[in-house]
């Protein structure tokens, strides 16, 4: 048998070493090309989970970026479960962006795995903790997106990311970056008609607490029928609560919301009803999730307006007389 001295496999482990390391700075050229983009005629692929996220960063990334959010109009959130496709989607993208605290609660493992691999931010978990709002139990609440600002700060993050990812690109994202914010900001001074409700009436009924942020910024009460998420079920003293809540402040409205069933809200009409207390539905909010894409409900600015809209006109009073 031929046997090969300590010396020989010495060589042989040195030479594998350079072979290895000759890889790698060839692995590493080839991704400082990815991601300096020196393939310019590649767009980026971005995907997000919801489509607050990514209709915004589809304006801001403009023709440079292709966006994919993985849950449309109507969809839960809290209860999303990713299909293979959104794995294979999600596999496939260069930079990934999700809300976090909690919202995309059965997605955290998937964004553990593939965070190894690629470019993965929370970008709800990138503001100011001393922001955020908490439930009784300290749940955090995580609709972040009904706070014009925080979701500002949030958005900045995601763009450094794309500045990051792709730096040719960098002073291209900033500049509409800067005109988007222009219209956060409007969109900000616009909303402050909802201050013209009067106060007592100033109270926002929904199905569940996906308003908290919006209500501390436009100083507006909130009253959701089911808590921070989605996932427990609506007790009848839930809705009896709620109907108390009504009646004791004289709320003209209720809403609901365009991801959730509205049997519950309608359980709450009849129930406020039955009590003598006249009560009609103001509408249907956007809460976890926007209109269907290509529509006005469908981008950001559009659907915060439809809600400013539709709760100034609910419950401003005197021009509602139906139900
Ligand atoms: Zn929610």
Redesign the pocket.
């Known amino acids: 048998m031929i046997t090969f001295s300590k010396k020989f496999w010495g060589i042989i482990l040195l030479c594998c070493t350079f072979l290895l390391a000759a890889c790698n700075d060839k692995s590493a050229t080839n991704n400082e090309q990815k991601n300096t983009g020196k393939d310019n005629n590649k767009k980026i692929t971005v995907v997000t989970t919801i489509a607050q996220i990514g209709e915004p960063l589809s304006v801001i990334g403009g023709d440079r970026v292709e966006v994919k959010s993985l849950m449309g109009p109507s969809v839960d959130p809290?209860l999303y479960q990713a299909t293979h496709g959104d794995i294979q989607t999600l596999e496939n993208a260069d930079v990934v962006f999700y809300n976090g605290l909690h919202l995309e609660a059965n997605m955290v493992d998937i964004f553990e795995e593939i965070e190894k691999s690629k470019s993965v931010l929370a970008i709800g978990e990138t503001i100011d903790k001393s922001k955020l709002l908490h439930d009784e139990n300290n749940a955090v609440d995580p609709?972040i997106w009904f706070d014009i600002d925080l979701w500002q700060q949030a958005l900045d993050a995601a763009v450094d990311q794309l500045k990051e990812y792709s730096p040719e690109n960098a002073s291209y994202f900033e500049e509409n970056k800067v005109k988007y914010f222009e219209k956060l900001q409007q969109l900000k001074e616009d909303a402050k008609k909802l201050t013209e409700i009067p106060e007592e009436q100033r109270i926002l009924v929904t199905a569940?607490d996906?308003f908290g942020y919006f209500g501390r910024m436009h100083h507006m009460k909130v009253v959701g029928l089911q808590g921070?998420?989605?996932d427990g079920e609506i007790g009848i003293s839930d809705i009896q609560n709620t109907i108390d809540t009504i009646v004791k402040y004289k709320v003209p409205a209720v809403f609901v919301e365009s991801s959730i069933n509205e049997s519950s809200i309608k359980a709450v009409i009849e129930g406020a009803k039955k009590q003598g207390v006249p009560i009609q539905l103001g509408g249907e909010l956007f809460?976890?999730a926007m209109g269907k894409a290509g529509t006005e409900e469908g981008t950001y600015l559009g659907m915060y307006r439809h809600n400013i809209d539709t709760i100034y006109t609910a419950l401003k009073g005197g021009s509602n007389t139906n139900e």
């Open positions: 809290h609709h569940h996906a921070l998420s989605t809460s976890d």
